[in-house]
T-cell receptor, first 116, second 109 residues
Framework: GAVVSQHPSWVICKSGTSVKIECRSLDFQATTMFWYRQFPKQSLMLMATSNEGSKATYEQGVEKDKFLINHASLTLSTLTVTSAHPEDSSFYIC????????????FGDGTRLSIL | GQNIDQPTEMTATEGAIVQINCTYQ??????LFWYQQHAGEAPTFLSYNVLDGLEEKGRFSSFLSRSKGYSYLLLKELQMKDSASYLCAGMDSNYQLIWGAGTKLIIKP
């Protein structure tokens, strides 16, 4: 149980393009999902916490107008990187957890984003 | 403040045992998690401790001491496929995970 699906796995696109990444909890309802970014050989960095039916909570230094998060249902959160530039190239990973007490976060497979 | 400390890198030999330590400071405490992350992949959940003591799961075991703010992950009978980063994460009173930077484990034949 507790499977999280993330799509797409790879994106290569031109500078200025907006890219949408989807994160789905397949066998449970997730009121909260998390979006992370990881640059090569660096730590996992939390970007924002996505809350179903309300605004996302962004970490310090993350531009909310640049990284749009929508969590419209209990099984789907989306991250849109708007007007992406080469410095946005990174590994983006979502996670979700069963909303009961101290359950672990389960991760999607990640999206490797390359902006040319 | 909240903080997780773990070594940056460790090296061990195939077939041996290795212990990866983690010290934590969180606002409140709802448990300590260990994840494995292979290069280029997302993390996968390994273990969870909320009470003091040792939790064993096959070749992997995890230990917690709440009074010392300390945990370790013990890997036995090391295999080459165990080469990965191991992430320690503490859960605070708001059920948020505070992540360590990860320990890169290198296994040599």
């Amino acid at each position: 149980g507790a499977v999280v699906s993330q799509h797409p796995s790879w994106v290569i696109c031109k500078s200025g393009t907006s890219v949408k990444i989807e994160c789905r909890s397949l066998d449970f309802q997730a009121t909260t999902m998390f979006w992370y970014r990881q640059f090569p050989k660096q730590s996992l960095m939390l970007m924002a916490t996505s809350n179903e039916g309300s605004k996302a909570t962004y970490e310090q230094g993350v531009e909310k107008d640049k990284f749009l998060i929508n969590h419209a249902s209990l099984t789907l959160s989306t991250l849109t990187v708007t007007s992406a530039h080469p410095e946005d190239s990174s590994f983006y990973i979502c996670s979700a957890r069963v909303p009961r007490g101290n359950q672990p976060q389960h991760f999607g497979d990640g999206t490797r984003l390359s902006i040319l | 403040g909240q903080n997780i400390d773990q070594p940056t890198e460790m090296t061990a030999t195939e077939g041996a045992i290795v212990q990866i330590n983690c010290t934590y400071q969180t606002s409140g405490f709802n448990g300590l998690f260990w994840y494995q992350q292979h290069a280029g992949e997302a993390p996968t959940f390994l273990s969870y401790n909320v009470l003091d003591g040792l939790e064993e799961k096959g070749r992997f075991s995890s230990f917690l001491s709440r009074s010392k703010g300390y945990s370790y992950l013990l890997l036995k009978e090391l295999q080459m496929k165990d080469s990965a980063s191991y992430l320690c994460a503490g859960m605070d009173s708001n059920y948020q995970l505070i992540w360590g930077a990860g320990t890169k484990l290198i296994i040599k034949p």
